[in-house]
């Protein structure tokens, strides 16, 4: 019998994050059996890097394409002629539009990881301050996604005033001058929430940089590798993130389900997804795989050398 | 006056003997098996046509190119050059026949580039560079600083530079590859002496020109090259003008100008009250059918800048100028060509020919309009206007769609005056059209110029050269600093009454001509 | 023309002042010393760059693979330190410069043997080391924790109150400042891209000294390589990218003449720090992040008007009474 | 001197066309083409299939389109690095548009100004100025990106009428996409603009020696502000293809494609110094660059790695052909 092509599409090659989502993608392969995953990417956060790679994927007819995009709507038309060509789609961890695909798969809900950013910088505020937030892109999906949830919920944190939001895009060095701007245009700021992997290594540099440790805390979303000598330091007190192995494995699960058990996405469908339990999918077809998980001193050094 | 053959003892070795040496191009052979030696203390005159391979000769004597077969010896002992400093170190120098100088260098650092002198941590000394640099330019009567930026200086002074450089070095032998082209009577006089103290210092000299009168004047000795061939030396004393430009162009050749009826027709152009804020002011004059209105001056003197303004190049503050009495705005040399005024500059390499293009194209380039149907090219229309006018200017080429780049200066100048004929034009003007343009094609040129006048054509010659500007013209117009001067009808040209006038000399003086 | 050239630099730190006292009016911490040196810390590897790529456009050439360089050169020091954390840190650097030169040197030879042009040399160059870089790191990234204090701290090791990456920086322009006025190299450049005709007659190797320049440029793209990453403390494929671009705008705006030949040393610095304080300037004063690339790309433009218009040559004087009034 | 001493005969031609052609560029180039297009069938099993091939054309179609007015461009001694900038603002524009309900005529028509008015723009600035161009479309390329940037911000315009979609996404006939019919006649419309007419005449005129060219009364800066003009025009045609492709329009579009832009015209022989160059050496690297990324794209290869290829292949299609005379030339010695 021949293997079942699962392409597991990333937003660029080399990136801690996906290398460990293809890590569970792998692990699912293995308890399938018969999955050939097909590990790919643009080399830059571009949609049109994706597009290419898509119309060489459509061209060599693969089973599934799990993919976490760089753009909402420019995938679209591409994603589509997939479909139309019988290629299952599903977007995983940074979604497209609807009809692009089958079903989405968010690492955690949305309301979820915007509470989590700003309690994190909460928690450790106890008579409130300044924060500022530290983003990728001013195109990346889920970061405005979560900032505007995060929003949504600040009434709940009384004492705490969002000062500024800067882009990093997701590049360090830009990330770090951001970072020290802020600082220097807020001296008073107590806490930097960077919602990005790149952001957040860059803030806690920029801060270590600045002598302001112990003054200024840098929290938000971060890869334990990275973070591990931030959290050492004492520059960030802790952070957040899910886990992007479960991710990659739960994708996997669930393109195998959709294209070769008959799976059906729909509105209120429960679709297994191995170890992972069922994900259940919302009137957009999307659903939330798990709670973040807050890393911090007391748990860094289990989970550094994983991903 | 000095004599030629006073210290010539005919048993002195030469400094550098060139043996059956060729030099080929892709598709030319520019030299083949030519010799030429070069004695301590003479001036050898290196003759021949355009195109006959004097300045590959330079080239190859100083290290640019690089032989394809034949020796050299300096003192008797072979040498190669794989580079322009091998040359250098053999002390050998060159004033080339173009100026190859930096713009935005000052004269000192033009003069010592390559050989500064340096302090004790390596550094180049500056002071003493300039230092250095004014005493050479005193000893040849420079009229400018060490410290003026070459960009400064006029074309003249720029040879001046260009002398001083090549007297930097302590060379023992100096080339000179048509060193007075640019250079004004005055300054032809202090290079005459220049070359006297050279030889009187025992370098071996090489000197290239177009003008007889000149090589007669400083040579002790010729060779002569023919379409990259030897064809003979010998002492200058032993040998007439005559035979010289015989065995030049492998024929006999008439050194007088066309025999012309002036009978000239209507007024064509009119020119009232050009001027422009730096160049150039006051300039008024009227051209006639099938006239040949001379335009002399010093170098210098805003010829070329007057033309260029009435061709569209640049834009007068004030003036007008009239065709056939109609009133004429000429923005854009396209207008001019339009108008019928076309003008075949005096710089070939960068406003005439456009190197890279082949032959026939730059010569259809402003005819495109006739050989073409409705913008769409006709190649063979194209290839019909160009035979034509390069069989009619005697041009010399192994193809019509071989690069303009590969021909000789000469016979580029022909393309480019092609070019301009091809248009059918009511006023060509012809800025120096046979500066460094060898006898034979200049005989050509001056005919063709009484042709087309006899046609009707009108025609303005820029020249430095009384013998042509006298020989040519039927009226002729002096300028001096940008002014007319004078304006001489055929009657009263004579050598002397040009050069007052361009000198702005009240006094008729000794030895203008 | 000699006249002009202090004018155009005189224009440019008018302009920089300008601006820093514009940002000042609002925001007086701006002008703080502290600030002020942290914009030039932040300008340094601009600087560097910018010194190295007005060689090589000096000579007629361009250097697109600088920024590439830069990253590649960057991410095998980094690689380097993880597999080596002990190295000294000397030993970084001179790996740094030799490996960028090597880059420089592939351009240079290109560009001398085989006269392509280097525009098209670069441009394959640039595409090419970024390649490398994925393919010796596997696209993946070095970071923080993973290199060594050492590493990281040098660039930021304070002398005299400067950042080791400031005094760094400043070296580079007294060197330059140096080299070409007075050596031979350096006078060679002015020739070979003023005249390269001209430079071949006068026994200048212009080939030769295009390879220099590139060799030059990418030295100190390498050493920049290891500024950048320990500073930023990462290494990844794309660091730098588009930085190329940046670079010759810093010269363009310093009135370095594109078509060789015309440029100072203080041309290229300040065209650097007037981009350096620009980008800094705008987050502080709060233009919203949107509007830097645009008001980047007018600065580049005006700048450059500008710079024409004063360089802008009037004709000759022949007219004796224009030479009066002159 | 060899056969040149008889003046009266000059031939037209020294070499037969036969020859002048076997010589060529292009012949060099097809010949890579063929080359990588075996290659590549053997490579992989799903390359030769019409719909693949087709899928493939995108990856040049738009670039290409732009490719041949930046030909023009280059052979003219200038260079437009703002054409992936000047995607960016029209499919900006035509987004603004469409939100205020502008339908697809409208759309087409305002990308299309807005691609001329960018070139006009840069063209203002090196015609009437004077400027490098090299330096002021580095300039425009900040600025027309960064408008964008200033309207759209994080945001994005979708939701493009769907007779929009025809253009980027349409197919004539079974596999020929409408980008492929645009380009085909692009190709021919520039092919006989440079090589059949006095235009094309000129524009060699321009690169080989503009000075000469003014003064052989060719009107030298209006030329070059019709190239800028065609440029711009060019980039509002893809800014249609490419948004309608994609469905929608974030700042970000086209992003680094000025340089395979020029990477794809010089690989087509045409020579970066000005001067020199041809259209179907244009052609032929368009399919060129489409097929090494398409072959390595099915094997899976990254796209840096990718890279690499069109790198070497940019070097090496130049460096091969000297390198090989060079080493004749050191055999006869
Ligand atoms: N770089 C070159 N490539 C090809 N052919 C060349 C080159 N340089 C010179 N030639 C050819 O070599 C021949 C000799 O040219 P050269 O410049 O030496 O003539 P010349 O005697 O100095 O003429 P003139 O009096 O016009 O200066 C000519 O036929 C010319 O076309
Ligand atoms: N300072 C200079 N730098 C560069 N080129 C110069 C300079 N001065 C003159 N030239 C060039 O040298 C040529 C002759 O000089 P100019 O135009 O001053 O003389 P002219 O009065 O026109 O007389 P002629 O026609 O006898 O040369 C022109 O082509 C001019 O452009
Ligand atoms: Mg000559
Ligand atoms: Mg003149």
């Not at chain 1, 911090?296 to 991903?307: H, Q, V």
């Amino acid at each position: 019998q021949e293997d079942v092509r699962i392409a597991l599409v990333v937003k660029a090659l080399g990136i801690g994050f996906f290398e460990a989502a293809n890590e569970g993608a792998q692990e699912a392969a293995a308890e399938l059996g018969n999955v050939e995953i097909i590990y790919t990417g643009p080399t830059d956060t571009t949609a049109e890097g994706q597009i290419e790679v898509i119309n060489a994927l459509i061209a060599q007819q693969v089973d599934a394409i799990a993919i976490s995009s760089n753009d909402t709507d420019a995938l679209v038309p591409a994603l589509k002629r997939a479909m139309q060509r019988g290629i299952t789609v599903l977007s995983w961890d940074s979604g497209v539009a609807p009809e692009g695909r089958q079903l989405h798969l968010n690492p955690s809900s949305n309301p979820l990881i915007g509470n989590m950013i700003i309690k994190l910088a909460a928690d450790h505020l106890p008579d409130g301050g300044e924060v500022a937030l530290l983003s990728a892109t001013t195109t990346s999906t889920n970061q405005n996604i979560w900032m505007e949830e995060m929003n949504k919920v600040m009434g709940n944190y009384p004492g705490i005033e969002v000062v500024a939001t800067v882009y990093g895009d997701d590049l360090a060095d830009k990330s770090y001058r951001e970072a020290t701007g802020l600082m220097q245009t807020y001296p008073d700021l107590d806490a930097i929430i960077a919602p990005t992997s790149v952001g957040i290594v860059a803030a806690a540099q920029a801060v270590v940089d600045a002598g302001k440790v112990g003054q200024v805390n840098v929290t938000g979303l971060g890869l334990p590798s990275e973070m591990a000598g931030a959290i050492e330091s004492g520059a960030s007190k802790s952070f957040a993130i899910w886990n992007p192995i479960d991710l990659g494995y739960s994708a996997t699960m669930l393109a195998y389900e959709l294209s070769q058990n008959g799976a059906e996405a729909a509105p209120g469908a429960e679709i297994p997804m191995g170890r992972m339990g069922t994900l259940t999918l919302d009137e957009n077809n999307e659903g939330a795989m798990a709670d973040p998980f807050v890393y911090d001193a007391g748990n860094i050094d289990e989970f550094k050398s994983i991903f | 006056m000095m004599t030629h053959s006073a210290a010539i003892a005919q048993d002195v070795t030469p400094v550098v003997s060139m043996d059956m040496i060729t030099k080929t191009f892709p598709g030319v052979r520019a030299l083949d098996q030519v010799k030429l030696d070069l004695y301590p203390g003479q001036v050898t005159a290196l003759v021949g046509e355009n195109g006959a391979g004097k300045s590959t000769t330079v080239k190859i004597l100083t290290g640019i190119y690089r032989t394809n077969g034949g020796t050299i010896r300096i003192d008797g002992n072979p040498v190669t050059f794989a580079s322009p400093n091998d040359a250098a170190n053999a002390g050998i120098t060159a004033i080339h026949q173009e100026t190859v100088l930096f713009d935005e260098l000052s004269v000192a650092e033009n003069i010592y580039i390559g050989h500064a002198p340096r302090n004790s941590f390596g550094l180049i000394d500056t002071a003493r560079m300039h230092s250095n640099a004014a005493s050479l330019l005193a000893e040849i009567g420079a009229p400018f600083s060490s410290h003026t930026q070459l960009s400064d200086l006029g074309i003249a002074n720029k040879h001046l530079v260009a002398i001083a450089r090549a007297l930097s070095v302590d060379a023992r032998v100096v080339i000179m590859d048509e060193p007075t082209a640019a250079l004004s009577h005055k300054e032809i006089e202090e290079l005459y002496d220049l070359v006297d103290t050279l030889k009187a210092q025992g370098k071996a000299i090489l000197f290239i020109s177009h003008k007889f009168d000149e090589i007669f004047r400083i040579a002790d000795r010729y060779t002569v090259f023919r379409d990259g061939g030897f064809v003979g030396d010998g002492l200058i004393a032993d040998i007439s003008e005559n035979d010289l430009v015989t065995m030049m162009v492998g024929r006999s050749v008439e050194q007088i100008f066309p025999d012309r009826t002036h009978n000239v027709g209507d007024e064509v152009l009119k020119v009232v009250g050009y001027a422009h804020p730096t160049e150039f002011a006051d300039i008024s004059f009227t051209l006639k059918r099938g006239e040949i209105l001379g335009f002399y001056g010093l170098v210098g003197a805003g010829r070329s800048e007057f033309m260029q303004a009435l061709f569209g190049i640049t834009k007068p503050s004030k003036g007008v100028c009239q065709m056939n009495g109609d009133l004429k705005i000429i923005r854009s040399p396209a207008q001019a060509v339009e108008n019928g005024i076309v003008y075949v500059p005096e710089d070939r390499g960068k406003q005439g020919a456009i190197i890279g293009l082949p032959i026939f194209q730059n010569i259809t380039l402003p005819s495109l309009g006739r050989t073409s149907k409705n913008g769409l090219l006709k190649l063979a229309e194209e290839f019909k206007l160009a035979r034509e006018y390069s069989q009619r200017l005697d041009l010399r080429a192994a193809s019509l769609d071989q690069d303009i780049g590969n021909l000789s200066g000469g016979n580029q100048q022909k393309v480019v005056i092609a070019k301009w004929l091809a248009t059918q034009p009511q006023v060509i003007i012809l800025d120096e059209p046979t500066k460094g343009i060898d006898i034979g094609s200049k005989a050509a040129v001056h005919d063709f110029m009484a042709e087309l006048a006899a046609q009707g054509l009108s025609v303005i010659m820029i020249s430095s050269e009384i013998p042509e500007i006298i020989g040519m013209s039927d009226r002729v117009i002096v300028m001096r600093d940008g002014l007319i001067a004078a304006e001489l009808p055929r009657e009263e040209l004579t050598p002397e009454t040009l050069v007052r006038h361009a000198a702005g000399i009240s006094q008729p003086t000794e030895g203008a001509a | 023309m000699k006249r002009f050239i202090p004018l155009r630099e005189a224009i440019l730190s008018a302009a920089i002042l300008f601006l820093t006292l514009l940002v000042a009016s609002r925001f007086p911490g701006f002008v703080a010393p502290a600030n002020l040196a942290n914009v030039f810390n932040d300008t340094a590897p601009l600087i560097i760059l910018a010194l190295g790529q007005m060689v090589v456009i000096l000579t007629r050439c361009i250097d697109l693979s600088v920024a590439a360089n830069l990253a590649l050169t960057g991410m095998v020091v980094a690689m380097i330190n993880v597999a080596i954390p002990g190295l000294p840190i000397p030993i970084i650097l001179t790996i740094a410069v030799l490996m960028g030169a090597f880059m420089g040197a592939i351009n240079g030879i290109l560009v001398w043997k085989l006269s392509i042009p280097p525009i098209v040399v670069t441009l394959g160059t640039m595409t090419i080391f970024r390649g490398i870089i994925f393919l010796i790191s596997d696209g993946k990234w070095v970071n923080s924790h993973e290199m060594s204090p050492a590493f990281t701290g040098f660039p930021r090791t304070v002398l005299l109150g400067l950042p080791a990456l400031s005094w760094i920086a400043i070296l580079t322009v007294v060197a330059f400042g140096i080299m070409m006025a007075r050596t031979q190299f350096g006078r060679s450049i002015f020739a070979v891209g003023g005249n390269p005709h001209a430079a071949v007659y006068t026994g200048i190797n212009v080939g030769k000294t295009q390879f220099w320049a590139f060799v030059v440029s990418g030295a100190l793209a390498g050493l920049t390589g290891y500024l950048w990453v320990a500073r930023y403390a990462v290494a990844y494929v794309d660091i730098a990218g588009g930085f190329e671009l940046e670079v010759v705008a810093a010269c363009v705006i310093g009135g370095i003449s594109i078509a060789g030949g015309i440029g100072t040393v203080g041309g290229a610095v300040l065209g650097a720090i007037f981009l350096g304080v620009v980008k800094n300037a705008l987050p502080v004063v709060d233009i919203s992040p949107f509007w830097q690339l645009a008001i980047s790309g007018s600065a580049i433009l005006i700048a450059v008007a500008f710079n024409a218009r004063s360089g802008r040559n009037k004709g000759r004087v022949i007219l004796k009474s224009a030479e009066a009034t002159q | 001197m060899t056969d040149a001493t008889t003046a009266r005969n000059i031939p037209d031609r020294m070499n037969s066309r036969a020859v002048r052609i076997f010589k060529s560029w292009e012949a060099l180039l097809l010949a890579v083409a063929i080359t990588i297009f075996v290659v590549n069938s053997f490579a992989s099993p799903y390359f030769l299939d019409a719909w693949n091939l087709s899928d493939a054309t995108f990856n040049f179609t738009e670039k290409a389109m732009i490719a041949f007015a930046m030909a023009l461009l280059i052979i003219a001694g200038e260079i437009d690095l703002s054409v992936a900038s000047i995607i960016a603002l029209a499919s900006t524009a035509m987004g603004l548009a469409m939100q205020h309900g502008a339908g697809t005529p409208e759309l087409v028509t305002i990308g299309l100004i807005v691609g001329l008015l960018c070139g006009a723009f840069n063209g203002f600035f090196v015609t009437v100025l004077g400027l490098p161009s090299i330096v002021v479309t580095i300039g425009t390329m900040s600025l027309f990106r960064g408008i964008s940037y200033i309207i759209l911000g994080d945001d994005s315009f979708r939701g493009y009428p769907s007779s929009f979609a025809w253009f980027g996404q349409g197919y004539i006939y079974w596999v020929f996409t409408v980008e492929m019919l645009f380009f085909v006649i692009i190709a021919v419309a520039y092919a006989v603009l440079l090589h059949k007419t006095n235009f094309g005449r000129a524009v060699y005129a321009i690169g080989n020696n503009p000075t000469g060219a003014m003064f052989s009364g060719i009107r030298v800066q209006r030329i070059k502000f019709i190239l800028f003009l065609l440029t711009g025009l060019m980039s509002g045609i893809a800014a249609i293809c490419l948004t309608s492709r994609l469905g929608s329009t974030r700042p970000s579009i086209a992003s680094g494609m000025e340089l395979e832009v020029v990477t794809m015209v010089v690989l087509g022989g045409v020579n970066i110094l000005g001067g020199s160059g041809t259209i179907p050496g244009v052609v032929i690297a368009a399919f060129v660059m489409g097929l090494v990324t398409f072959g390595l794209g099915l094997l899976n290869v990254p796209g840096l790695v990718m890279s690499i290829f069109i790198g070497l292949l940019l070097i090496g299609v130049i460096a091969l052909p000297r390198l090989w005379t060079m080493a004749a030339e050191r055999r006869k010695e």
